[in-house]
């Protein structure tokens, strides 16, 4: 006999679907509110294939470097994009989790291009300021 509610007809569609898009198991789960086990289930019954979640092969050590910085508008249109994504019907909360971190991240990389920009001006006004001085002693001797 059968744990937990019986499948709705829509829910066994919406399986299908979210099946045939590649979509994994977790987060299949996390749309449909039943469990990993629940949906493995139904679709062994239905003679579908689940995907699993797959292993990220991310690591810091491996982010590659862009030769220049994005600007400020390039990492506003990221957040936008974000915002944009976060106020879509349906997040699972993986999806809202990544929508936070790239929220954070371009918060801070704002403050850190601002620092970054305000202290290539001061370097160019002590260049300014070391020429002139320069400039002065000269004329002194």
Known sequence: MPKGKPWRKEEEVKLKRLISK?????IIAAKLGKS???????ARK???EVVK??????????????????SVEEALKILAGAL??????GLDK???????VVATLARTYKEILADYV??????KELVKWRVRYEE??????
């Open 118 to 123: 305000n202290y290539r001006e001061i370097e």
């Open 84 to 89: 944009k994504a976060a106020a879509g019907p």
């Open 94 to 100: 993986v999806e809202v989790q990544r929508l936070q």
């Open 46 to 48: 239905l003679g579908l």
């Open 136 to 141: 002065l002693a000269r004329k002194k001797r």
């Open 53 to 70: 979640k797959v292993p990220r092969k991310f690591s810091t050590t491996s982010l590659k470097i862009p030769k220049e910085l994005p």
């Open 36 to 42: 990993e086990g629940a949906i493995r289930a139904k």
């Open 22 to 26: 590649g979509v994994t198991l977790e």
